[in-house]
């Protein structure tokens, strides 16, 4: 049923609890897990001096997340491929769903509530509204 799950962290207890479901459903159904971490660089600062060190600062991060998400899963860590995109969260997730053809994403919410959300756009929306196969938003 689920052949290749994306797992979307960004290091939050949301993003764990997801992870969590994920490992479960991927044991149930012999799938595939991506761990997905998208870091955004502030593309205006571009040039600057201090970019290249914010931007690794933020790759390093981002490979903490997704060594740790390894950890957490322990033995199950078996079929598991590890992902670090920089760029907006949303947007890295669908060019992944889409690339790699999977059958489900599964990600945690900040629970910001409908109103917020709807006003600021949260990652998880915009991953629900654009993704071509389903999502599942573990709270």
Known sequence: MFGLIIVALDGSTHSLKALDYASQLAEKHDSKLILLH??????????????????GKRRQKGEEIIKAACKRLGQAA????????EGPAAEAIVSVVE?????LVVM?????????????????????????CSVLVVR
């Open 38 to 55: 998208a870091f955004r660089s502030t593309s205006d600062l571009r040039g600057s001096e201090g970019f290249n060190q914010m931007v």
């Open 78 to 85: 078996h079929d598991v491929e590890e992902n670090l995109l």
């Open 99 to 103: 690339a790699r053809n999977a059958d």
């Open 108 to 132: 945690g919410t900040r629970g910001m509530g409908s109103l917020k959300g709807l006003l600021f756009g949260s990652v998880s929306t915009k991953v629900t509204h654009y993704s071509p």
